[in-house]
């Protein structure tokens, strides 16, 4: 699991300047500071260890005038209400400790419209038309030796690697030379690609799944049909290079996004979500306050402090999802086939012989009944499917189940090998 941290709204220490209130409404000046920094990351280490986060991703940290930060100063220099490079490398060390691993946001396409490297690498142009966000000339070799110089920096701190930020705006060539000097370092480099990525995926380790994100939630509020939910799946499954796919962040939900509750509503809506974003290849990624229920709209509101006094059992439920794919690695690192049978969505993780698991989901406002035929060689007639959720046990019929769901409900049927003196999975 990624687990992402907008630095001004996760968690303050020691924090000496003036700043908001930690409980006071958002406002959305870009000057609104509320604070958090790298040492309140660190007090906060129990909380993201807990829900079984792998690694952080967090949003920059770097020099700026906003409480984004995504306006870059000075490449070199964390700023001074985040910390400093002494906390950054405690950081790391603490991290590090519990076995998680650290990104940090590498926002190279563009800088502050005030930065000094801007009178001297800069264009003319403006990213998205934003007069403060000035675009780097990457095309000149002393710019891109600038960015190089820059990455090299901060991997020697012991970072595990960049998430790229607009990195379709980057450039592919690009790309690859950035991504090679991080591999130097033994590090990994996913890249923010707001499309379909399919040409994007040679040039990066991973994406962050926007793609994925949108075809969810669509299906979730009857935007799209469960045929072509199940036809945007398979795009991924069939023409993203499967390493990259099983490598990429799948998303729900970011900093530049509304947050689940929001979007979905219903919490049976968001519990099922969450269950697809972890039966689909790839590393679920959780947007800070998503697991203690945190609502908010669009930009800055889906950016409130984290509300550290919010219990919500979707924190139990993260877990839950998150010790069964460590308790069954087939669906962080097996194959993929993904159909549907009636309105119910199934998806099938599977390495060989007894290591699958079959994920199968009502999509749908209506009960769902359906025989489910299984495209796998080891679903042997009479083999019991015992689901990981609910305890529920289903008996595999000559390849095929028979499932009823309610709405919006889902389960991750496991083979459950059980009969006495009897294995269905003889390795011969």
Not at 28 to 49: C, M, P, Q, T, W
Not at 91 to 117: M, P, Q, T, W, Y
Not at 297 to 303: I, L, Q, S, T, Y
Not at 378 to 386: H, N, T
Request: net charge negative.
């Amino acid at each position: 699991m990624i687990y992402q941290i907008f630095v001004d709204r996760f968690a303050s220490s020691d924090q000496k300047y003036q700043v908001k209130s930690w409980d006071s409404p958002i406002e959305g000046a870009v000057n609104e500071f509320y604070g958090g920094n790298l040492r309140g990351v660190i007090s906060k280490i129990d909380h993201i260890a807990n829900l079984g986060s792998s690694a952080i991703y967090i949003t920059p940290i770097f020099d700026s005038k906003t409480y984004h930060r995504y306006d870059t100063l000075d490449y070199f220099r964390i700023n001074p209400m985040v910390g400093e490079e002494k906390d950054l490398e405690e950081l790391v060390r603490v991290f590090h400790s519990k076995g998680i691993k650290v990104f940090l946001d590498g926002v190279f396409n563009h800088a502050s419209a005030d930065a000094e490297i801007i009178s001297k690498m800069g264009t003319n142009k403006r990213w998205r038309g934003f007069g403060e966000l000035t675009e780097l000339d990457l095309d000149r070799p002393d710019v891109m030796e600038f960015v190089l110089k820059v990455v090299e920096y901060w991997m020697k701190k012991g970072i595990d690697g960049f998430r790229i930020d607009c990195a379709n705006d980057v450039g592919m060539g690009h790309l690859d030379r950035i991504m090679d000097k991080i591999h130097e370092f033994g590090g990994q480099m996913i890249g923010e690609v707001m499309t379909y990525a399919k040409d994007w995926m040679d040039h990066m380790d991973g994406v962050m799944n926007y793609f994925f994100r949108q075809s969810t939630l669509s299906i979730l509020n009857d935007e799209i049909t469960t045929n072509d939910y199940v036809t945007a799946l398979n795009w991924m499954i069939d023409e993203y290079p499967q390493d990259k796919l099983l490598n990429s962040w799948t998303i729900l939900s970011s900093h530049d996004t509304p947050r689940l509750s929001y979007v979905l509503g219903n919490e049976k809506k968001v519990r099922l979500a969450i269950a697809i974003q972890n039966a689909f290849p790839g590393i679920p990624m959780v947007y800070y306050g998503e697991e203690t229920g945190m609502n908010g709209g669009p930009d800055p509101f889906n950016r409130s402090p984290m509300n550290w006094n919010q219990k919500n059992e979707r924190f139990e439920f993260y877990q839950k999802m998150n010790n069964l794919r460590k308790t069954f690695d087939v669906l962080s690192s097996g194959k993929t086939k993904i159909w549907m049978a009636g309105d119910i969505l199934s998806i099938l993780r599977y390495d060989k012989w007894e290591k699958f698991m079959l994920f199968v989901a009502n999509p749908t406002g209506m009960t769902s009944v359906s025989n489910v035929m299984i495209p796998y060689s080891y679903a042997f007639d009479g083999l019991e499917m015992k689901d990981m959720i609910s305890n529920r046990v289903v008996k595999i019929s000559a390849g095929s189940v028979s499932i009823d769901l309610e709405p919006f409900n889902f389960a991750f049927f496991a083979p459950k090998d059980d009969i006495s003196n009897y294995s269905f999975f003889k390795h011969r």
